[in-house]
């Protein structure tokens, strides 16, 4: 890459745009239980992200939503993307769901543990410590009958991309902890070419060189995303000047043609070329 090319490129930091791309988008509300959810995701009606996008709550936190439901509290409302299979992409609220699923089902995802709640003194009294199955029977039915607002869009218009989900899903992550911009896109841009950052960076030769241990807010597997959207023709051919590498790497995950089987290919064998090139040490017997 050129230095003229390093130099149009901004930081992603910050980097905030405004698509021009005018969006046709319906979206409705849904009152849904922990049951229903619970069912949905076990009959893969209800897509969790890429990777299973990291887990990042801890006990206490988990265990004070577990405990607000039991209190009767009223639960934020999560947001569902309506795919053309007619199937339901998580778009915000996977902690929440994730949480009810683990703890009606016994075990914690993040440890593999049974999932006890936390002893902490946020959590009431009555429930610290406890399981799911050490609940009585009409706290049990409490929190598979509570219900959850869920949002429910789509997108009819552009039909060549995506890129309103990601901006939906930034605008409306302001609470908790923020997403960075990669673990959006992997919630968003489902398919092949997500599964190959995944694939890729989890690979010996990569982690050899960028360094041991997968970054949980996926920086790492962005860097990838980088290597290959800023080496096509258009970037290259692009006049100096500032360019939003936001929006330039959104728009090439939501390129349907990047995701097809031929293109991953040459990707891939970009990649270990670049990689070769850099002549990482030798693989451990």
């Not at 009606?104 to 610290?128: A, P, Q």
């Not at 890129?163 to 409306?172: A, K, N, P, V």
């Amino acid at each position: 890459m050129s230095r003229e090319t390093i130099e149009i490129l901004t930081e992603e930091v910050d980097d905030l745009y405004s698509n021009d791309d005018i969006y046709n988008i319906t979206s409705w509300g849904a009152d849904l239980s922990f049951r229903e959810l619970i069912t949905m995701y076990e009959e893969n009606e209800l897509i969790k992200p890429e990777l299973q996008r990291n887990y990042v709550w801890d006990k206490v936190e988990a265990s004070r939503f577990i405990d607000s439901i039991l209190l009767g509290l009223p639960v934020p409302s999560i947001f569902l993307a309506n795919t053309n299979e007619d199937l339901k992409l998580i778009i915000d609220g996977y902690q929440r769901i994730m949480t009810v699923y683990d703890f009606v089902k016994g075990i914690w995802t993040k440890d593999n543990k049974v999932f006890s709640l936390s002893n902490s003194e946020k959590v009431n009294e009555r429930w610290r410590g406890k399981a799911f199955g050490q609940l009585s029977a009409n706290e049990q039915r409490r929190i598979r009958s509570t219900t959850i607002h869920a949002i429910i869009f789509e997108q009819s218009k552009p039909k060549n991309n995506d890129t309103s989900l990601f901006q939906i899903f930034e605008r409306i992550n302001t609470g908790g902890r923020a997403l960075k911009s990669q673990e959006i896109r992997n919630c968003v841009y489902q398919g092949d070419l997500n599964r190959l950052l995944i694939k890729l960076n989890i690979s010996y030769e990569w982690r050899s060189l960028f360094g041991a241990g997968v970054d949980a807010r996926m920086r790492d597997s962005e860097y990838i995303l980088r290597f290959f959207a800023l080496n096509t023709d258009e970037i290259k051919n692009q006049e100096k000047g500032n360019i939003s590498l936001k929006k330039t790497l959104n728009e090439y995950m939501g390129n349907a043609e990047n995701n097809a089987d031929e293109h991953i290919e040459i990707l891939t064998n970009e990649f270990n070329d670049a990689i070769s090139f850099c002549n990482p040490p030798e693989k451990p017997e």
